[in-house]
């Protein structure tokens, strides 16, 4: 069986192999976890505890929220530490990462996106990734998606170092907890979080209840906003891609949006961007209930 994909139609796709590999060596390493010897509570607690740092403060509010949609400042020493977090989830260095996912947007679903959902729910979850893809960003590329990044010689050097970082802090975990903390902590952790986004570029471009005209297929997905730090809420950021709130609705629970209300009291967060009531007017597509159940009456 294979899956939707972008190569030339009648083309069989060719495997992204350095990424195929990785990935797959990856998920070997967390299938260790089902034997009990490198079961550790420690080494569990570490998991949780590393899926929130890089997940939810790494690739959630650092690559996504602030350095792709500068949907906020922060001072330099945390915009940078967040980086750090952003990297420690291997998924890119942050100019690759920005550029996909600016490209993204570019083209939401159409010819055009890295990870195009109109293509299949498996293509934007992994496929994308493991096969050759020709939307995504070429080395050509970059200084059309991700020049701002690319002129800062830190992320430059987060772009290269990407792999030794991890290498770096899975070390660091062996040395302190051993196996246990090193299988739970890198691989299991890893694989958690490469699933919870990629749920995002697939779930929630699939699944889930759309409140305003994004203009493609995106989704306000509620598991996965529960799973994803708050991203879930999709289709909200679709429609407003520089907004740092994406769960708008009051039941809209958005964990990194309480996080940046938090930096913001902190003084750690400024110039927090949100959509105005007239934004959020003028592309609402949910009537208000008073007004269904005057439809459903036949009343208008
Ligand atoms: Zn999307
Ligand atoms: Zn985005």
Partial sequence: MSIANNAPSGQTPQLNYRTAIGLGLIHLGAIAAVFPVFFSWSGLAVAIVAAWVTGGLGITLGYHRLLTHRSFHA????EYALAVCGVLALQGGPTDWVATHRKHHAFSDRDGDPHNSALGMAWAHIGWLVLANKDRVKDGEFKRWAEDLQRVSFYRFLDRSMLAIQVLFALALFAIGGWSW?????FVRLVLVYHVTWLVNSAAHGSGYQSYASGDRSKNCWWVALAAFGEGWHNNHHAFPSSARHGIAWFE???TWLTIRIMRFL???HNVKIPTPEMLDRLRLNKSP???AAERRGVV
């Fill in 75 to 78: 001072p330099k020493a945390v």
């Fill in 182 to 186: 090193v299988i739970w902590g890198v």
């Fill in 253 to 255: 629970f958005d964990l």
């Fill in 267 to 269: 003084r750690l967060a």
């Fill in 290 to 292: 008073v007004m269904k």
